[in-house]
């Protein structure tokens, strides 16, 4: 991201209801060299609100260079259903998204590969392997390619 | 219930009926044995008449013969013609024979006998005068022969001869007429017990008849009862199925849900207590570095601080403690989860070579078995149908916990041994190891619980997931053991378990 994207910066959606979470996974990401914005939502309706403007088309935030990091619990809706929505959308369907949970139930990651999300991580316990896993996700997105601007 | 009241009705319908079909056959049998005897009877009573008819006729035909040659006899001696004569020498010699038949039909009766004999006597002395006169008339001795003839002699025996017959021949007519009698009361008797036994058969089938067909009504009010019930009984346990594996999921749910969200904040803890930990060396490395430069500017060497040393050390030792609780809290939960995930896994059953299902087990454990110098002796096991994952982790996890609970003072034996019944498979596995207390045996069963010397890690889900697993194949388990001597496992599963037998688990 720091190479292709510093000229247009990233911005990274990050849906986490937990911020404890949130806090570790921004740390972390920051800690592998990520510099990109990062706009937090605690709950599944701000976030959507966001991402689909005022008039819920998605059309406020095409062609805007975003990625969605997603978990899978939220209070107020599922992440799942935030993935279909988005993935289902013209204007946000090419956004990349990561989604980031503790569930590592196979029927679960094979929904989410079926609805189009383009990553899939468990959270691991274990800090170590916490913290070693989001910095390797920063190394990733210091790599990736979101789709340009039209 | 009426199923309760209504066999015992149909016992005493059942128990009249087959008194009254007795009591119509006995009926019958006495009717029978009454008519032959009756049909007997007037055999008898035939014969006898027969015999009375041809006694009365020999009486009478005796007494017609003597009149005839009396008569003949008379005439020629009156008139001296021979032509009179002709009579006589044809009745004279009938008289004997027929004599002699009466007395043969008489025979075995004493007073019809001595009746015969005197008349036998009589009709000789009566021929004897007869041909001793028309002797005397054939000589010319005509007086003598009326002399012979004036004695009277002849006379009597003729009115003796008479009266025999007479008398006999009515009370021959008596005895018939009384033999009439009895035959006629015996018909009447046998037409009125004839009539009176087929009314009573005609009762009895009437109300067996009767009976049978209430009988059938009140068994099928039952029938329908029954099936009414049975339907209820269906749709009860459709429902209690139903609520069973609802609460059944919910159970599963919960479980997942509970070990699913709690490791949630756990994450925190850990990520945050390691954050810390982070922090306590950057703060404890300002503290020595601080205390470096007061003491250069005191003028000091620096010296080593033996209260910050042990304030890092308390540190260290929260965070250690805060770690280790939160690593066995993250195995419990996963154990949970683990457990919850195998009950919701679906079964496909199917025939199972028991036999190499342990061989491949064997297989797994075999380094250990022989880098312990211990032994696993698998014997003959009769085949089951079931899950084999299911069979599988079950004894994997048996042999396992027998290899890890191995006594020191003695190398491992441990022997897999099956046999079947009608319905049952009955697998043992038997080991020589440190055994559990008779205390424990209910314990170990249970969801990290642990039994004996706790020096061996793990968690205490195994036993419970081998039950959970054993019971959902419809199966149970039991455990012999004994503290310090070995333990053996019994694993009793359905011979043939499907999806369906047990649904609701």
């Not at chain 1, 966001?50 to 899978?72: C, E, H, Q, T, W």
């Not at chain 2, 006379?155 to 006999?168: A, I, K, P």
């Not at chain 2, 009447?188 to 036994?197: A, D, N």
């Amino acid at each position: 991201m720091n190479s292709k994207l510093s000229e247009q910066p990233v911005e990274i959606v990050m849906i986490e209801d937990d911020e404890g979470h949130a806090r570790l996974i921004e740390k972390n990401i920051r800690r592998a060299g990520v510099n990109n914005p990062i706009t937090p939502f605690t709950s599944g309706t701000a976030a959507v609100n966001y991402l689909f403007g005022a008039d819920g088309s998605g059309l406020s935030n095409k062609g805007k260079p975003l990625l969605i990091l997603l978990d899978l619990n939220l209070p107020d809706m599922t992440g799942v259903e935030i993935l279909s929505r988005v993935k289902t959308n013209e204007n946000l369907k090419r956004i990349p998204v990561v989604v980031l949970t503790t569930t590592d139930d196979a029927v679960e990651i094979q929904r989410c590969y079926d609805l189009g999300c383009n990553v899939y991580i468990t959270k691991p316990v274990n800090y170590d392997n916490f913290a070693h896993a989001i910095r390797q996700l920063g190394l990733f997105f210091s790599v990736i390619q979101v789709p340009a601007p039209e | 219930m009426p199923d309760k009241r209504q066999p015992a009705f149909d016992w005493t319908t059942l128990n009249l009926q087959a008194v009254l079909l007795a009591a119509g056959f006995i009926i019958m049998v006495l009717i029978s044995v009454f008519t032959v005897f009756v049909i007997d009877r007037a055999a008898e009573d035939d014969e006898n008449l027969a015999r009375t008819l041809a006694i009365q006729d020999r009486l009478t035909t005796t007494l017609l013969a003597l009149r005839r040659a009396e008569s003949g006899q008379r005439g020629y001696l009156l008139t001296q013609q021979e032509s009179y004569l002709q009579d006589y020498t044809a009745a004279s010699p009938r008289v004997m024979p027929i004599v002699e038949e009466l007395r043969d039909l008489v025979a075995g009766d004493m007073a019809l006998t001595r009746t015969a004999n005197r008349i036998k006597a009589l009709a000789r002395i009566k021929l004897d005068e007869m041909a001793r006169t028309i002797d005397m008339q054939k000589a010319g001795d005509l007086p003598g022969a009326l002399t012979v003839l004036r004695t009277n002699e002849g006379r009597n025996v003729m009115e003796e001869v008479r009266t025999l017959v007479s008398q006999n021949i009515a009370e021959q007519a008596n005895v018939r007429a009384a033999r009439t009698e009895i035959s006629r009361r015996n018909n009447i008797v046998l037409l009125v017990l004839t009539l009176t036994g087929s009314a009573l058969i005609i009762l009895i089938g009437g109300t067996s008849i009767v009976l049978v067909q209430r009988n059938y009504r009140k068994a099928e009010i039952a029938r329908q009862e029954l099936a009414g019930t049975n339907n209820n009984l269906e749709r009860i346990v459709e429902f209690r199925t139903a609520d069973l594996t609802e609460a059944n999921n919910e159970i599963q749910r919960f479980a997942y849900i509970v070990s699913h969200d709690l490791r949630s904040p756990l994450v925190n803890i850990m990520g945050f207590t390691s954050e810390l930990e982070a922090l306590r060396q950057d703060i404890f490395a300002e503290v020595t570095r601080l205390n470096g430069e007061l003491a250069a500017l005191n003028g000091k060497a620096a010296e080593a601080d033996g209260k910050v040393d042990q304030l890092g050390a308390d540190f260290d030792e929260a965070i250690r403690f805060i770690k280790n609780s939160i690593g066995n809290m993250d195995r419990l939960i996963n154990a949970v989860l683990k457990l919850s995930r195998e009950g919701r896994r679906q079964f496909h059953p199917q025939t199972i070579d028991m036999q190499a299902l342990l061989g491949q087990i064997a297989g797994t454990v075999s380094h250990r078995v022989m880098e312990l110098q211990a032994s696993l002796d698998v014997e003959a096991l009769p085949p089951v149908q079931s899950d084999p994952l299911a069979l599988e982790q079950i004894f994997a996890n048996l042999i396992d916990n027998a290899i890890k609970y191995r006594r020191t003072d003695e190398p491992l034996r441990i022997k897999v041994r099956g046999r079947a019944n009608s319905t049952q498979a009955i697998y043992d596995v038997e080991d020589n190891g440190r055994g559990i207390d008779a205390g424990d045996h209910q314990r170990v069963f249970e969801l990290f619980r642990r039994s004996g010397k706790q020096d061996r890690p793990g968690e205490g889900i195994g036993l419970a997931h081998v039950r959970a697993l054993v019971r959902r194949l419809g199966g149970t388990m039991e455990l012999k053991s004994e503290l310090g001597k070995g333990s053996t496992f019994t694993v009793i599963l359905p011979l043939r378990w499907s999806v369906n037998a047990r649904s609701a688990a």
